[in-house]
């Protein structure tokens, strides 16, 4: 009898338990998401697609998890002290994009893990193993060994009798060398000079342009880098003022008057790093996740551009565009 008492008990109890335990998950506060990153929001397509990607992957924003958000606005210098601000929010797991903010994540939060969702963190000596990063940084990486090569072959093919190619870089990177060595050998592989121009500040760019000029290169390369991109109109405006065309991996080029861009899609790397976040929220320890390269390129031309400089673009260009800008 005391023991059909207890089972009778235990069952009215269960359907209350249960409600419990559904209003304490619901209680639990959301797990904080720290997103760094060096430029600026802008019209938020980086964070929508993050959320999208989340929100595929079962994760609520603002109920589940939440984004601490902090934008250095092109300022590299500023991401140590935004990393700071991150940290005392006490997030579970960094989003950052680029080398630069990785490594500032590092060292202000040694113990968590860092998402790289763009960046190149072999040659920038974060981690030293795609397939087992170990420690606490994973992600993606958006360097692909021939990408500059593909980008000067399709100046090449673009370009009529073109022999001299300029490689426009960041003289402050810490693998500026891998960059530049990387470019140089791209080149020499289609049997092209190389001209190297090196930039630090916005007063180096007209000088660097002109040198460029005067060395007679037939188009410009833009080596990826924050402070490059943030200074890619005034770049693009010398170059065309000089009568040759720009290109690099950024998609922004063409749309601010490049002539191509050829590169990962920024976007779907977005969306990938998603997964790696929900991984290690459940639980698996970045040091043991691979980081990926990118699988998805685009190319875009800038059609206005080309007829500007009076380049009859090929028909073998022209069909591999992912988009034409007219």
């Known amino acids: 009898m005391n023991t059909r ?120 000596g974060l981690v030293t193993n795609l397939a087992r990063p170990g420690g606490m940084i994973t992600g993606l990486s958006n360097v692909s060994a021939d990408l500059n090569l593909k980008c000067i072959e399709l100046l090449a093919q673009s370009v009529p009798k073109f022999k001299r190619v300029g490689l426009l870089a960041d003289s402050t990177l810490v693998n500026r060398a891998a960059i530049v060595d990387g470019a140089r050998r791209a080149a020499e592989q289609l049997r092209l000079e190389a001209v190297v121009a090196e930039v630090a500040r916005p007063e180096d760019i007209e000088a660097a342009v002109a040198r460029l000029a005067k060395d007679k290169v037939q188009g410009l390369v833009l080596l990826a880098s924050v402070w490059v991109g943030q200074f890619q109109p005034e770049i693009i405006g010398q170059a065309m003022a000089r009568g040759f065309p720009v290109m690099g991996t950024a998609s922004s080029i063409p749309r601010q008057g490049g002539l191509f861009c050829y590169g990962p899609n920024s976007l779907a790397l977005i969306q990938r790093s998603a997964s790696y976040v929900d991984r290690i929220l459940k639980g698996a320890k970045p040091g043991e996740l691979p980081i990926e390269l990118p699988t998805t390129f685009e190319l875009i031309l800038n059609m206005k551009t080309a007829r500007q400089l009076g380049l009859a673009i090929p028909q073998a260009v022209m069909a591999r565009a992912t988009e034409v800008i007219e």
């Open 5 to 124: 008492r207890h089972w009778i008990a235990a069952a009215v109890a269960s359907p209350a338990a249960a409600l419990t335990e559904a209003l304490w998950a619901q209680a639990k506060p959301p797990v904080v998401i720290g997103w760094l990153i060096p430029t600026t929001r802008g019209e938020g397509l980086v964070v929508r697609a993050f959320h999208d990607s989340m929100a595929a992957l079962g994760w609520k924003a603002g109920t589940q998890y939440v984004l601490e958000e902090r934008y250095a606005q092109g300022r590299a210098e500023r991401l140590p002290e935004l990393a700071q601000k991150i940290v005392a929010t006490k997030p579970a797991v960094i989003v950052v994009i680029t080398s630069a903010a990785a490594r500032a994540a590092t060292a202000a939060a040694p113990a968590t893990p860092i998402v790289v969702a763009i960046g190149d963190p072999v040659s920038t």
